[in-house]
């Protein structure tokens, strides 16, 4: 009897398919994420870590 661990079968995912444009093309320089990735002035941020550093960056909340 075959040992069905995910050994033999693998994990059913494959390697990221590499993109030259979209939005899979772009990824956060902070954490490595692909969604929600801001490109605007080159900061290459998604925005979670654009909240969190964006005052550093000389950024101002107005309201």
């Given at each position: 009897?075959?040992?069905?661990?995910?050994?033999?079968?693998?994990?059913?995912?494959?390697?990221?398919?590499?993109?030259?444009?979209?939005?899979?093309?772009?990824?956060?320089?902070?954490?490595?994420c692909y969604t929600s990735c801001i490109k605007k002035y080159d900061l290459h941020l998604c925005r979670q870590c654009f909240r969190e550093v964006a005052n550093s960056l000389g950024f101002k909340k107005f309201r």
């Open positions: 009897m075959k040992d069905r661990s995910f050994g033999d079968r693998g994990t059913g995912f494959s390697e990221r398919k590499v993109k030259d444009f979209g939005r899979g093309s772009r990824w956060c320089k902070r954490c490595g």
